[in-house]
């Protein structure tokens, strides 16, 4: 599996972007798939999963304001932000899992990543 994010960039705050994630290389829809974001100089940390039958599961900074979904047809996962905050910059990654077993919220659960994209939300 090949992931690629994109859809960064640079926002004030309460502004919204969309990231993607396309998926190459295998049937991307029966994988749990999550994003996590970076900030400079701070641990990645979990922002959100999506199961295999669509199930959502959320950090709680970002519970209400972020979406995440899937489209199985076009072999995507997106992550729709909104209400951004100055807080929320970071570098944004996607993530999947294929190894038999649940997913959780940990980065270690997940066995393939795509190159981040940058989101900087001004003040």
């Known amino acids: 599996v090949q992931l690629q994010a994109s859809g960064g960039g640079q926002v004030k705050t309460g502004g919204s972007l969309r990231l993607s994630c396309q998926a190459s290389?295998?049937?991307?829809?029966?994988?749990?798939t999550a994003w996590f974001r970076q900030a400079p100089q701070k641990e990645r940390e979990f922002v959100a999963r999506?199961?295999?039958?669509?199930?959502?599961f959320y950090a709680d900074s970002v519970k209400g304001r972020f979406t995440i979904s899937r489209d199985n047809a076009e072999n995507n996962v997106y992550l729709q932000m909104n209400s951004l905050k100055p807080e929320d910059t970071a570098v944004y990654y996607c993530?999947?899992?294929?190894?038999?077993?649940?997913?959780?919220?940990?980065?270690?659960?997940?066995?393939?990543w795509g190159r981040g994209t940058l989101v900087t939300v001004s003040s």
């Open positions: 993530a999947a899992r294929t190894l038999t077993g649940r997913a959780n919220n940990n980065a270690e659960s997940f066995n393939y």
């Open positions: 290389g295998r049937t991307f829809s029966q994988y749990p």
């Open positions: 999506i199961s295999w039958n669509g199930n959502t």
